[in-house]
């Protein structure tokens, strides 16, 4: 592949980025797909989290599990990312820009989302972590909240989660 | 964590396959990188161009122009080229440490909200540090206005005047875009820490 003969990444360095991304992709669309409505923005945030991983992973020594770096890199980004757009797109995100939900799970699954983007940024933070299985210890070295306050308000966001609130 | 978590992991964890195969994926990363890396080294390397082609010309008229007031003018605009090179790399090596990185999620919104600051206070002073220039240019109008053509130094300085006014119209937009950006981060921030 050509992007591993590139002279300022190392082999092992841009292997180890083709493999984070192989390993992450799926959940990494599913936080932008959160984030972002449109196809465009979805795809330009979920670029945005993998060129800060490329980029933050020559100084990745393996003190942090792969996945809690990577969690880190990834909400940091979308934050960040979100603070930059001028609308407040995932407010009332539309679920019309879908293929169109064919299953009653899909129907349940962009509820689920739509319910999610409507969250303020503390809370969609702490679930997108708890629902990609994420444990309250985890979440706290992802978002330096301390774990007890994460299981208390998860306690309290599962409450808006219920499958009444999520089913249409 | 409760059992009834896991339906709704279920139905999460169902969704969100990418348009792209890997290897596409990958690319359009390392393009993105690659583009974002040639525009910086381009703002940089023509700063630094200013600083070596155009400071030491300013230089050596500063110190054998033509008469006192050319000579200060020469001088000013030599500081203002050199605030506005220095300027510039300040802002890009702030934007740089604002990027996210792999740290916890308050230390890095705290962080970023901290080096908006900074570039505000940059933008916001803009009209300030980049005054030196035009200041100077003005003076070599008021030269031109008594040595030359009255012509040629209103031209001149109406030229200078609506730069000047532009830059100070475009550091105000800036600013604005870069408050409102930092009060969405604060929003964050303290929404995160509720």
């Known amino acids: 592949m050509d992007y591993l003969s590139q002279k300022r990444m190392d082999h092992g360095h841009a292997e180890r980025f083709v493999q984070l991304m192989a390993e992450f992709e799926r959940p990494m669309r599913r936080l932008c797909a959160v984030y972002a409505d449109r196809a465009m923005d979805r795809d330009d945030l979920f670029q945005e989290i993998f060129l800060a991983v490329w980029r933050a992973l020559p100084a990745f020594r393996g003190e942090a599990s792969a996945r809690t770096w990577l969690y880190r890199i990834a909400h940091n980004v979308a934050l960040t990312w979100q603070a930059r757009q001028r609308r407040r797109d995932t407010q009332e995100g539309p679920l019309s820009d879908h293929a169109g939900p064919e299953t009653h799970i899909d129907v349940r699954r962009l509820e689920l989302k739509r319910t999610i983007a409507r969250m303020p940024p503390g809370d969609r933070t702490l679930v997108l972590l708890w629902l990609e299985g994420l444990s309250a210890a985890e979440i706290e070295d992802v978002t330096g909240i301390k774990a007890p306050t994460v299981a208390v308000r998860l306690s309290r966001i599962r409450k808006a989660l219920q499958p009444n609130e999520v089913t249409p | ?194």
């Open chain 2, 1 to 194: 964590m409760s059992e009834d978590a896991f339906p709704l992991r279920a139905i999460w964890m169902s969704g969100a396959a990418g348009d792209d195969d890997l290897r596409t994926a990958v690319e359009r990363v390392l393009d993105k990188d690659r583009a974002q890396r040639s525009r910086e080294r381009r703002l940089r390397g023509a700063g630094a161009a200013a600083m070596v082609a155009l400071v030491p010309v300013l230089i050596w008229a500063a110190a054998f122009g033509v008469s006192p007031l050319v000579r200060v003018a020469y001088a000013l605009m030599a500081v203002g080229c050199v605030a506005g090179v220095v300027a510039e790399w300040l802002y890009l090596a702030w934007s740089r440490r604002a990027l996210p990185g792999p740290d916890d999620t308050r230390s890095q919104l705290q962080r970023t909200a901290f080096m908006l600051d900074a570039q505000v206070w940059l933008t916001r002073t803009a009209a300030l540090w980049s005054s030196p220039v035009f200041v100077g240019v003005l003076l070599i109008c008021v030269w031109l206005y008594r040595e030359r053509t009255l012509a040629g130094a209103l031209t001149i300085g109406t030229l200078t005047l609506a730069a000047w006014i532009g830059i100070g119209a475009g550091a105000v937009r800036t600013t604005a875009e870069l408050t409102r950006r930092r009060r969405r981060l604060d929003e964050a921030l303290a929404d995160l820490h509720a």
